[in-house]
C-alpha cells in the first residue's frame, strides 16, 4: 500500500468518526415539542362542557375557542428557558385574561405579527389635544401569545398552557 493511500484513508477514517461523533453531540440534548389543540363552545351556552374542534367544524360570531399548547421535552436534558407561542387565527380576537399565567411563566403578547412582544401592548392615536398619546391595545388588536418558562424543562417534562379567542 502506499504512503499516499494510507494517508487518505487515515483522513477519511478521521473525517467519518469526525462526522459520526459530532452527529452524536449534535443529536443530545433537549428536544422541545410544541402541539396546539382546539375546543370550541357556542356563543348560546357558554356554560356547555368544551368539544374538540375539528376542521369540519363550524364557527359563528361569538363562539369561543379555548387553544391548548403543549409543551415536552423529548430529549435528554433539559430544555433551558424554553418558548411556546399561540396564534390569534384571522377572524377572531383573543380574550382578555384568559391566557395561562403563573410564577414559572412569562406571558407577552405580540399586535404586530410576532415581530415585538410586550406583557402590556401599547397602540399611540392621537389625543384630545391632537398630540400623540400611547394607550393600553385593545385585545382585538392581539395576533400572539408567548409564553416563556423561567428556568428549565427537565427531560421528560410535560407542560401546558392555554388561551381563548372570540370567533368575530
Do not use: H
Not at 401599547?122 to 384630545?128: D, L, S, Y
Amino acid at each position: 500500500m502506499s504512503r499516499n493511500f494510507r494517508e487518505r484513508r487515515l483522513a477519511l477514517a478521521a473525517t467519518m468518526a469526525l462526522a459520526i461523533s459530532s452527529g452524536r453531540i449534535w443529536a443530545a440534548g433537549p428536544d422541545v415539542k410544541v402541539q396546539l389543540q382546539g375546543s370550541y363552545r357556542t356563543a348560546n351556552q357558554p356554560q356547555a362542557k368544551w368539544a374538540e374542534l375539528r376542521d369540519e367544524t363550524k364557527v359563528a360570531p361569538g363562539d369561543r375557542i379555548l387553544y391548548s399548547v403543549e409543551i415536552s421535552n423529548q430529549g435528554d436534558r433539559q430544555a433551558n428557558n424554553p418558548v411556546a407561542f399561540g396564534p390569534i387565527p384571522a377572524g377572531t380576537r383573543f380574550v382578555a385574561g384568559t391566557a395561562t399565567s403563573d410564577a414559572k411563566l412569562k406571558v407577552e403578547y405580540s399586535i404586530d405579527g410576532g415581530k415585538t412582544y410586550s406583557p402590556s401592548p401599547t397602540v399611540t392615536i392621537p389625543g384630545k389635544d391632537g398630540k400623540p398619546q400611547t394607550v393600553p391595545a385593545p385585545a382585538d388588536r392581539y395576533t400572539t401569545v408567548r409564553w416563556m418558562w423561567n428556568g428549565g424543562l427537565p427531560s421528560g417534562a410535560k407542560d401546558s398552557v392555554s388561551y381563548q379567542v372570540e370567533v368575530r
